[in-house]
């Protein structure tokens, strides 16, 4: 057993995701690994500059050092079960970010259900492991958060990158940086980027098809076609 375990902790990564979850969990305690992989020097930034800005608490550990085991997309394999692991030696509820359509082997609702049952199981203490995200976009998460009334700038300091050089400048040629475009714009917020992501290759020669031949979901084709048309971007067939 673990003594003294919280009720609740949420995995902060100082995301466009886990920002905005924080205030709709009504700010629980924060807690971030540095896994050391490649970007989490600008992650750690993000956390700084939000915790002056928004008042968020995070514990910062460094007790799971994974990044030896990154791969060239950046996939560490198991990432948040080892991360809900040792999230739940600290709380019996921990909160992971994942969003509507995310589907990756170990985020999904199911496979968020699985961690806290095996944990739970061999851990002889309650758990869960969940995200209150699963039946919103990125953008009805802006959205949410927007119509709150919080701070366009504190959205502005979250990262959600994957560029390697260490630059906190958001790098405008990568998916993560063109779902953040697609969030931001839908809702009217202007985010800086190195470069503007409409204009990467990768929409014209990847996207753009992939998105009208069905190999992504629905809503997720519905918001980038969005975001394309207030742009003026050329969609045309
Ligand atoms: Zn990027």
Redesign the pocket.
């Known amino acids: 057993m673990t003594e003294n375990r919280i009720p609740e902790v949420l995995l902060f990564s100082a995301g466009l995701d886990s920002y905005p979850a924080w205030h709709y969990l009504g700010r629980p305690p924060g807690l971030y690994f540095d896994l050391g992989h490649r970007y989490a020097s600008q992650e750690r930034a993000a956390i700084a500059a939000l915790s002056d800005a928004a008042g968020i608490e995070v514990e910062i550990s460094d007790e799971l050092r994974l990044g030896a085991w990154e791969a060239g997309d950046a996939i560490i394999p198991l990432r948040n079960v080892h991360l809900a692991m040792l999230a739940a030696n600290r709380a019996e509820m921990v909160w992971c970010i994942g969003v509507k359509g995310d589907h990756t082997l170990d985020k999904s609702r199911e496979a968020f259900a699985d961690m806290g049952r095996f944990i739970a199981r061999f851990s002889q203490q309650p758990t869960r492991v969940d995200s209150p995200f699963w039946d919103m976009t990125k953008t009805e998460i802006i959205a949410w958060y927007l119509a709150q009334n919080l701070p366009v700038e504190h959205l502005l300091l979250t990262f959600s990158?994957?560029?390697t050089d260490g630059s906190t400048v958001?790098?405008?040629?990568?998916p993560?940086?063109l779902r953040r475009w697609t969030s931001l714009v839908n809702n009217g917020v202007e985010a800086e980027f190195e470069q503007q992501p409409w204009t990467w290759d990768r929409v014209q020669e990847f996207y753009i098809p992939a998105m009208r031949e069905g190999r992504y979901p629905d809503h997720r084709a519905h918001e980038f076609f969005a975001a394309l048309a207030t742009i003026g971007a050329a969609v045309a067939s």
């Open positions: 990158c994957s560029r958001h790098c405008g040629r990568c993560s940086c």
